[in-house]
């Protein structure tokens, strides 16, 4: 039998450096628990549109699609700010997310024990913390057309469509509530069914595909008192389910609550191919860092933490996942920290690669 096949995109700033770090994650996983893929790697970002003109090349945009897996570092840099809207790095993600069909982005933000004074808010608020953003991520007012900047009269009016079918809210929707159905059986949807039509049609059909699931206790929040309740009392939720933009926003807030960027994976499952798994890209949340890349100051966990995502969700290794993420969690008890991580009460700094061979250190420990 053929290996499974990974295709990796380190991409532009710390993405190569924390690629590096995964690479000798899956090496041990291949070499002491039998799991060997077959890795290649291609560009996209900023360096595709170096050396290829566009930040996806069509090429690349194909390997994607026949993996069995992608793992993506990140995109962006200063230097591609001036560049036209059009083969911005950012466009070759999203390229990837739309011909892939990702449309639920799994964003789990979990509190790391040994992490819980990290926090900006109080650490009886975060400890413990385990909940899950799902967004979607192919629709909404990141795609819907019409959209531009036009002229009007005697000035310019910038436009973007806010759109949702019943099909794209019902199968995100459909995914939460099965991912709920794994964990607590709580699920929160969110929207802004007071101001926007789309809110209200996403309301409804969240609420109907809820029939099927009589076991999962569903309730409605308005996404601005969502935002509010995120910092408030986030152990009230368990699985939250929200549109594209919103998603992006509610993330990142849920990011924060658990101290670093630096330490949040997330996976964009699509429909099951032919095999059965599921289209997927997995990738770090943060973004490219560009202030600290190439100086071996980037924390690798987020990354490596999607690479125990694709073991769970694309490869059926829950188990072996749940080796990785128990690694990470006895590197950190011990103490030791990349910048981002730290914090007034110190720990023994260690670099991106140190952190890697200590988590490789972690899993050899663990058999
Ligand atoms: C994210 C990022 C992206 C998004 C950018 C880089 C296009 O912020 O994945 O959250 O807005 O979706
Ligand atoms: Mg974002």
């Not at 499974?4 to 291949?30: A, C, H, N, Q, Y």
């Not at 290829?52 to 994607?64: R, V, Y």
């Not at 993996?67 to 790095?89: E, H, M, N, R």
């Not at 289209?279 to 966990?301: M, T």
């Amino acid at each position: 039998m053929t290996n499974p096949s990974l295709l990796i995109l380190p991409g532009d700033g710390i993405g190569p450096e924390v690629m590096t770090e995964v690479r000798k994650i899956i090496d041990w996983f291949g070499a002491k628990r039998g799991l060997a893929f077959d890795v290649s790697e291609d560009l996209v970002g900023g360096c595709a549109y170096d050396k290829h003109g566009t930040p996806l090349h069509d090429d690349t945009m194909a390997k994607a699609q026949d993996a069995d897996a992608v793992l993506l570092g990140a995109v962006g840099g200063p230097q591609y700010d001036t560049l036209d809207f059009s083969v911005k790095p950012e466009r070759g993600l999203l390229r990837l997310r739309k011909e892939m069909d990702l449309f639920s982005n799994l964003r789990p933000a979990q509190c790391f024990d040994a992490l819980a004074d990290f926090s900006s808010l109080k650490k009886d608020v975060v400890a413990g913390l385990d909940i899950m953003i799902v967004r979607e991520l192919t629709s909404g007012v990141y795609f819907g057309e019409p959209r531009g900047i036009f002229d009007e009269g005697n000035e310019r009016v910038g436009i973007n469509t806010q759109r949702y079918t019943e099909s794209e809210i019902a199968r995100v929707a459909r995914s939460a509530f099965d991912l709920a159905m794994k964990r607590d059986k709580k699920l929160c949807s969110m929207e802004k069914a007071n101001v926007m039509e789309s809110g209200i049609l996403w309301r409804e059909v969240v609420t109907e595909v809820g029939e099927d699931y009589p076991e999962v206790e569903l309730s409605h929040m308005y996404a601005d008192a969502g935002a509010m309740q995120l910092t408030r009392w986030p152990k009230q939720f368990d699985v939250i389910v929200t549109d594209n933009l919103f998603g992006d926003l509610l993330s990142d807030l849920a990011a924060m609550l658990t101290g670093s960027l630096g330490m949040l994976p997330s996976a964009s499952l699509g429909a099951p191919m032919a095999n059965g798994r599921p289209k997927a890209l997995y990738e770090p949340v943060h973004g490219s860092a560009p202030d600290i890349a190439g100086q071996g100051k980037a924390n690798p966990i987020a990354c490596i933490l999607s690479f125990a995502m694709a073991l769970r969700y694309s490869f059926n290794q829950g188990e072996e996942a749940a080796r990785l993420e128990g690694g990470i969690e006895t590197v950190l008890a011990n103490g030791l920290r990349t910048a981002d991580l730290m914090g007034p009460e110190g720990g023994t700094p260690v670099s991106t690669s140190g952190m890697g061979d200590a988590i490789v250190a972690a899993l050899d420990a663990s058999l």
